[in-house]
């Protein structure tokens, strides 16, 4: 590495060591400190291991994470007396539900992805990097990235522009803290949490805009503005659409109660027509395909991502994976029962099953739709998902006033 | 390596000071160093470099239908992490030039590399990139694009062979896997 | 240029296009040569206007095909040669007339027939370029396909030789 | 060499509400072209091409080359439609040099230049996949166009550059399980097209995109000069195999697709027909084909007579005409071609001016416009 001669190269080393941080200690300093270190103290502090057999039981790695088997009152748990048991809140968010656990799903989703357009399109996809199918290729991406040199443009706006990522990812996990994945994984209770979710939603529209603005770049300007009309457009629908779901389950705001609301029926069944709006309104957020207008690359070159570079555009295409995540989760939750199901697979798995295959589903248009025109998307969504959600609204209103639900 | 560093210090002008018990100590540590921190990390960096290669979507010639190839179904070059086409510059680090460039589009290509953040490979592809192939006697086309960007793999053909361009894919991969880390 | 011997007769349509070029024309006309399907008439650049509404409009001659420009040193004179074709026209598609004006190197100035043909814009624009001509009415022309900091003579000119070759090769 | 301060790439010029935007020639809806548009909101307000970042000057060099050594350089000029640049060549050539070629070489040469119009469609139909944003209609006519390429391989004995149709006839004769594999092919790819038709273009995105797009009426279709599908999709009937046939192309049964919506969906259908009507002539060609020489007796040193000839085929994209004066000796004096992408290009202005921006690539790409072509 090259001598240190100017604030921009020491303020450049900076931002390095920063994103080095923020990616290696969640990533994997902490879940080796919890599986090394935590784990075992966990398993001999709840279990007498000496009354077992001498083989470990690996099953019982699962306890670990379900916070009913554990005895906080045990005063050899000294983890939990420190605060860092897997109960505890520094745990919940950078670990399980929250930020490594959504990282490690959305790079995994991503090559995933691309997998499966590749299966589509009679290809094989990426295949040498990990050996197994190319299973490490989202890692090989990102450690390219984070040894990549990072350019701010000359006339950008370098405050703004280095300030993207990091309200994004904020914004992103912002959006993991409300969405509990299992009755006993959940980061923060809340009883107005699905508003909450609602509102951080709000924030995305700002950052892409700040991003095409301070990038300087006519491309980006134009993506950013784009972003914005898209966004804006599309977030009147979801709510309506999220509307009649809290009709249905009685006005409860919280996602727990949501979920548990549905316990006789999901309510993808009586809201059809607000599932139809909501998975099409989260696509235009997330900016899938079809509806990736911001970052049409035969239009404008990258839309808002135009000018960042290295891992910058790592962590912000990261970002928009989590929201992915947290936006599929966010269907499940709303629209199929949670982590409802039969008994022998636990809640958690139930989850997860389903939010995969949300996401699938978010992802498979990709493969056999062209790109949609703004004012074509923007139509859409002012005439007929509005009304698709009011429909659905009075549908609610009507089945929860005749008392059939 | 130690040895040699202990010669150093004997020599230099703070051997009679710091003696050579301390200067084989530093020696030891910059080895360890080395072994446990630098080597890992050259390693990583590399092999995230080789599987991740991001072409710029810069089309000069006619090479570039070969190209298209190569990203199809057949030759399908995202086996080793190469998109098919890239959208902005900003985010690639790979040049394939692809076949003639003339010298309206020589200044470009060069504005383009530039822009390119470190670090970035060149693909020439195709002889007229190379020397200017069957255009050699053109006014208009350069011979050879080594006069404006530095290239790292050369592949001859007009146009090459999907096959050959995949070839020169795995001999950048080859020199990345030697690199040192920068 | 001599024109060569016709190989076959002519049919109906070429001969009535003759007949009416030299009715409406007359001796300001020169017909270079006339095969199947193809037809030359060289004009000066003074009619190259008026032959050309004529063509468009009397003999359905609707779209400009073609501009080529060829360098005479010998002659000291640039012929321009403007290939016409027609889709309306009954029975003409398989025809092309070809009406070419010689400008002396010198003053290579003739008018453009941007106004009669909206099709040769950028095939006059690019024979500008290529021989230095000058095409009085074209509103555009500018650097086309030649790099912009272009520093030597026009390279379609017989004069400029190719850097890679040697004289005589 | 510098780069001059043209409007749109320096400045971030934001006055009377309109902003220049320079597309190309890195980007990924350009290729090796560059555009500038002003945009006003979301519409086009002005667009001014700028092609040449590939001229190579093919036509110079043909000046110092005899008739045969030019035909590699020139068939570079376009690379997905080889076989269609030669022809008109090759013909200008014998007709100056006062050769008739034998049938089986006009059979062969129209194999080969039907088969290069596949090739040539499937590429384009890739690429407009691709600028629509649609990745899996740039692998699958990609995979298809193997299939092709293979068949080219075949009688060509090349990849993509066969310099197949050289005056005098044809390079080689052809190989015997070359029928077969054809038919076999022919089988195939008419169902896979029944596929593209189904998935691609019935599509209610894609036909939103297209459908009322670009519009370009007959009547500015013909006095701009437009060729090819250009042309037929402006309700043209017009296709040089039909109006002036070359060739065998007159014993030949097939259609001439024409629409009169005269917008880029048209323009993708009239892809898609011809190459169903290409299929069909290779299989007549295949049928019909007589035994004999492929190629006539010519030396490499052949004179011509003095004069000059013009002749057009249709090739991939429209007709391609190629003007040569000769001066008698053994090298052109003059050739002069006319790209079909360097007359269609005058419609991209005229189309691109009043369209929304998310239009530009459909637009664009629609004209089948390859710069590589254009610029020679």
Known sequence: MAAITNFEDFAKRILKIVFWLLIILPMVILPLFYIFYVLPIEISCNFNVLNCSQKIDWSLALYMFDPTKMNPLDPTSYISQLGLGATSPLFKVSTFPGLTFAALLSSMVIWYERKLLAKMQYRVGPLYAGRIEGILQSFADLFKLLFKEIVIPAKADALFFISVPFALMAASGALLAVIPISPTNYIALSPYSLLIAIAILGFFPIITVLAGWASSNKFSFIGGIRALYQMISYEIPLIISVLSVVILAGGSLDLMGIVNAQSKIWFIIPALLAAIVFYLTAMAEVERIPFDIPEADSELVAGWLTEYTSMVFGVINLAIYIKLYALSSLFTLLFLGGWQGPAPIPALAWFLIKTLIVMTIFIIPRGFNPRVRLDQLIGLGWLWLIGLSFANVFIAVILRASGLL | MVAEQVEMKKSGPGAARDGPGLSILVGKAKEVIQQAIVDPLTYLANWGRIYSLWPVHLETACCSIEFGAVSGPRFDCERYGILEAFGSLRQCDLVVVHGTVTRKMAPRLRWIYDQMPEPKYCIAMGACSITGGVYFDSYNVLPGVDQVVPVDVYVPGCPPRPEELIDAFLLLQDKIRKQKIR | ?169 | MSIPAEAGLYTQAVDDDKLTVSIGPQHPGAGHFRFTITVEGDTIVDAVPDPGYVHRGAEKQTEYRNYLQSIPMLERSSLTDVTNIIMPYSMAAEELMGIEIPPRAKYLRMIMSENQRILSHLYWMAIQGIFLGHSTSFMWPMGDREMFIDLGQILGGARVTYSFAIPGGVRNDLPEEFKGRAIKTFNHFERRLVDYERIFYNNPLFLKRTQGVGVLPRKEAISLGVVGQTLRASNVKSDVRIDEPYNFYKEMDFEVPSFDTCDTWARCMVHLIEMRQSMKIMRQCLDKMPSGPVRAKLSPQQRTIVGEAYTRIEAARGAMSFHIISDGSTKPYRVKISVPSMRNLIALPRLLIGSHVADMPAIYWSLDYWPVEADK
């Open chain 3, 1 to 169: 240029m001599s024109a060569p011997p016709a190989k076959t007769e002519l049919r109906q349509e070429e001969k009535a296009i003759l007949e009416a070029l030299s009715s409406k024309l007359g001796s300001r006309i020169t017909v270079a040569y006339s095969k199947p399907n193809r037809i030359k008439i060289i004009v000066s650049p003074i009619d190259l206007i008026e032959v050309a509404t004529c063509a468009r409009d009397d003999l359905h001659f609707d779209q400009c095909a073609n501009v080529t420009g060829t360098d005479f040193p010998k002659d000291k004179q640039i012929e321009v040669t403007y290939h016409l074709g027609s889709i309306e026209g009954a029975g003409l598609r398989r025809i092309i007339l070809a009406i070419a004006c010689r400008v002396p190197s010198a003053t290579p100035e003739l008018p453009s027939l941007i106004e009669v043909y909206p099709s040769v814009n950028y095939h006059e624009r690019e024979q500008a370029e290529m021989l230095g001509l000058v095409f009085k009415g074209h509103p555009n022309l500018s650097r086309f396909l030649l790099p912009e900091d272009w520093n030597d003579i026009p390279p379609m000119l017989k004069a400029y030789r190719l850097p890679g070759r040697l004289e005589g090769e």
